[in-house]
């Protein structure tokens, strides 16, 4: 019946399906007969206008969950690559972001050369022979650095190292998040007690990312509780499991020790996650856990 509601998790409609193809007759013609039903039920039911609220609710929570997934995959790709070794760029780095700086230059029509220090006459401050200014234009004079060319110039630069900051920066993490990711060309991956930074979570609790799946958007972390620290109630936005390595906490009304498991399914919640003694946790979970409030 799911099955033919399209409800079903990928994993199951997929086994599912293989076991509908590899069965008998009388199993397909169910399967079929539920497909019908479905369908006739789908079209018994007339249509019905939604308010005129929720278009605009919509897309609210849609950019609410769009600006934290961008948040949390950034925190999550910062934490891999700072825990990994540094690597060296490739040789094309530099001549791509001169490339930039040269495209961005010919588009705002100025003629980017070498930057010299400015040099002080009487209480203003001129640009020595050489600066970037706007082409067509002459020699600036002593107060050019005050005038409107000279703040649009100066703009003009800091939105250019803005930009070519930002993409080194992502061309850093993305090179290191796929050090961390593949580990060698065998697809291994080693971690030592010693590496890996910790990320503050809340109060008393900190985490340590160790592998981070692009596709799943799943994460495997290490989870450390300070004795009597708890964490905010939240939702699974995917199933996460937890295994208890030191410690012990108290976990849906549940006491886990060394040794134990637990598993909470997409949907359901947790309230109570807290510890008394302290506790180390290795937990696989979604980014997009939703804190109750």
Not at 95 to 101: D, F, P, T, V
Not at 200 to 211: E, I, Q, R, T
């Amino acid at each position: 019946m799911l099955y033919a509601l399209g409800i079903l998790d990928p994993e199951d409609r997929q086994a599912l399906s293989q076991k509908i193809q590899q069965s008998s007759d009388q199993l397909r013609q169910e399967v079929k007969a539920y497909q019908s039903t479905v369908d006739a039920l789908a079209s018994a039911v007339a249509p019905m206008m939604p308010p005129p609220t929720l278009r605009d609710r919509f897309v609210q929570q849609m950019a609410v969950e769009a600006t934290r997934e961008a948040r949390t995959f950034e925190l999550t790709a910062n934490a891999v690559a700072l825990g990994s070794a540094p690597l060296t760029p490739p040789n094309s780095l530099r001549e791509r972001l001169l490339s930039r700086i040269e495209e961005q230059a010919d588009v705002q029509g100025y003629a980017p050369v070498s930057m010299k220090r400015t040099a002080p006459m009487g209480d203003a401050q001129v640009v020595s022979e050489g600066t970037a200014r706007p082409q067509g234009t002459t020699a600036p004079s002593s107060g050019w650095l005050a005038s409107s060319q000279g703040l649009t110039l100066i703009a003009w630069w800091k939105s250019c190292w803005e930009s070519i900051w930002n993409r080194a920066r992502r061309a850093a993490i993305q090179l290191l998040t796929s050090k961390a990711i593949q580990g060698s060309a065998k697809g291994l991956t080693f971690i030592k007690a010693s590496e890996g930074v910790w990320l503050n979570l809340a109060p008393g609790v900190k985490a340590k990312v160790l592998s981070l799946d692009q596709i799943s958007g799943r994460v495997t972390s290490l989870v450390r509780f300070a004795p009597g620290t708890s964490y905010a109630p939240h939702r699974h936005a995917a199933a996460e499991e937890l295994f208890v390595l030191e410690g012990g906490c108290l976990c849906a009304g549940r006491e886990l020790k060394v040794g134990d498991y637990h598993r909470a399914e997409a949907g359901t919640e947790h309230h109570d996650t807290s510890t008394d003694d302290g506790c180390l946790l290795l937990v696989i979970s979604s980014p997009q856990n939703e804190m109750i409030r």
